[in-house]
């Protein structure tokens, strides 16, 4: 088996998993990733050869881009006491307390290089948070917390990882120098993204078609993490303000194509790319258990206490602040999205998993310094954080559903069907106010009138039912009855239609083009 058989071989593992991953009630990447585990260790697998200064900008920005998707602004700026206890604090407190320890266990693990550990293990991976809690039916407030947690942590980790490498090889190292690289890495990574999502949302217009505008949506993280990675900012806090500036500007309602290509386009690329980042972490293990050499015990040892320190602080780290979030959201009435019990505060914790990122700035340390010796404890610090990577990805992974379901931590589904109840009521108003508009403009017989205001009370009525009474929901019931029959037979009809121009490409003399062009027209015509 070659590179390329290996790549396609992911490719399907992604899409299996998915549904696989459903009937157990498993998250697909933990699924993924043993998959990629068993792989790692069958006698006719290629070694994986991709370089690891790639791995970052080839899987970071689809993945964090189509995160962005699910989640709005407006998200980020509520919870931005949350985020930035998780996503900064604690990802400074965790590198700390990962750097003392692993400087005391390994001999002769300079500081530097310790630092560099706890800041590719500090940070959970957002697509590993996001894929295994949002499948579980967790509350929204904590799904918000863990995304922009995990959307987040990385930009403060990066920055840290890379200060330390530089030290490391160069010989020093400053935490004042840090902070202001962490500053200036943060300011033009928002700098890079403003401009390139106007950008963006310019071109949107200028391209038109629907098939453009999401190829350029493909294109605009890459070039948003490479850029602003040269001019020395953060390309994975670059790839969230260009996501977040487009989600709320390029937006168009009217726009029912373009959205719904942008949404299954973007669900295909994050299932494949997620599949294979995945994969590689799995398949990655071999190579690492290859480094341990007679040392596995002693590497083993060093592993399990680190994976202790960084379980350990994130529960002691998130005690305190789950306490001092609800005392502020009791004083201020503050409209954060915080743990209201113990309860969803243990689910947080063990939510915590390693994934992409770690694995990446790992495989990615130097070999050497800069004046020619090995690097550090390079073999060390990889082994010790796909202990982390591993611990907590497959563990956490695995248990996270049945700690989710021994504890009942469950999504608040009364206040959400109050939430789309009340969608449902807007949207209706907002045609009848329309339809009211149009009545006094133009001149409607009184049965068209009749028909149309009929039509807008069943646009609330398909999205919530509960806003009507007992007897227009029952009136409603037996309308949409008589709808979806004529649906039936309408579909019926165009599906005839469709197998009739469809069979025309196979005739003698057929324009396959033309034949493309009117099928065009009915599948446009049946999603209407």
């Known amino acids: 088996m070659d590179q390329l058989a290996l790549l396609f071989l992911l490719l399907l593992g992604a899409l299996l998993t998915v549904p696989l991953g459903d009937r157990l009630g498993l998250p697909a990447p933990v699924l993924m990733t043993l998959v990629g585990i068993v792989l790692a260790f069958l006698p006719f ?3 994986v050869e991709i370089p690891p200064e790639y791995i970052l900008p080839l899987v970071l920005p689809p993945l964090l881009y189509a995160s962005v998707q699910r989640t709005s602004w407006r998200q980020f700026a509520a919870n931005k006491r949350p985020i930035f206890l998780l996503a900064v604090a604690l990802v400074l407190v965790t590198t700390a307390a990962v750097a003392a320890m692993a400087n005391a266990l390994v001999p002769g693990l300079p500081i530097a290089a310790a630092v560099a550990l706890g800041a590719l293990v500090a940070p959970p991976d957002p697509v590993a948070a996001t894929a295994v809690a949002g499948s579980l039916g967790l509350p929204r407030r904590l799904v918000s917390i863990l995304e922009g947690e995990g959307l987040f942590n990385d930009v ?3 920055v840290l990882y890379h200060v330390a490498i530089g030290a490391a090889v160069g010989g020093t190292f400053s935490w004042a120098g840090a902070g202001a690289e962490l500053v200036l890495s943060a300011v033009v990574a928002v700098a890079v993204g403003l401009a390139l999502g106007w950008i963006s949302d310019k071109l949107m217009g200028l391209l038109g078609e629907v098939t453009l505008q999401t190829g350029l949506t493909l294109l605009v993280p890459f070039v948003a993490y490479v850029l602003a990675e040269e001019l020395r900012g953060s390309g994975v806090l670059a790839v969230l303000v260009v996501a977040l500036y487009l989600a709320e500007h390029a937006l168009d309602a009217d726009d029912v194509m373009g959205r719904l290509a942008g949404q299954t386009f973007w669900q295909i690329v994050d299932t494949l790319v997620t599949g294979i980042a995945f994969g590689l972490i799995g398949l990655e293990l071999h190579n690492v258990f290859g480094t341990a050499g007679g040392r596995m015990g002693q590497m083993l040892g060093w592993g399990a206490v680190v994976v202790g320190v960084v379980v350990g602080v994130r529960l002691l780290w998130l005690l305190p602040a789950t306490w001092l979030a609800k005392r502020l959201h009791t004083r201020r009435d503050y409209a954060e999205e915080i743990p209201v019990s113990w309860r969803e505060t243990v689910v947080m914790w063990w939510s915590g998993m390693r994934g992409v990122a770690s694995v990446a700035l790992a495989l990615a340390i130097p070999l050497r310094t800069e004046d020619g010796s090995p690097f550090p404890g390079r073999d060390e610090i990889v082994f010790i ?6 611990a907590t990805l497959v563990v956490q992974g695995l248990t996270l559903p049945w700690l989710v379901k021994r ?15 009340d969608l449902a009521v807007r949207a209706a108003k ?3 106010r329309r339809l009211k508009e149009i009545e006094e403009a133009e001149e409607l017989p009184e049965e ?3 028909r149309l205001l009929r ?4 646009i609330g009525a398909r999205i919530s039912p509960d806003m009507l009474d007992e007897e227009r929901r029952a009136a409603f019931v037996e309308r949409a009855g008589r709808v979806k029959a004529v649906q039936r037979i309408q579909r019926e009809m165009m599906s005839a239609a469709r197998h009739e121009v469809l069979a025309a ?13 009117v099928l065009r027209q009915l599948d446009v015509r049946s999603m209407r």
Do not use: H, Y
């Open 505 to 517: 490409r196979s005739e003698p003399g057929a324009d396959p083009e033309v034949v493309d062009r």
């Open 156 to 158: 403060t980790a990066i």
């Open 455 to 458: 039509g807008a009370f069943d």
């Open 430 to 432: 907002a045609a009848k």
């Open 385 to 390: 954080a796909f202990c982390v990577i591993l």
């Open 45 to 47: 697998v290629p070694n």
């Open 448 to 450: 068209v009138q009749e």
């Open 407 to 421: 504890l009942g931590v469950r999504a608040d589904t009364d206040a959400e069907r109050a939430f789309e109840r």
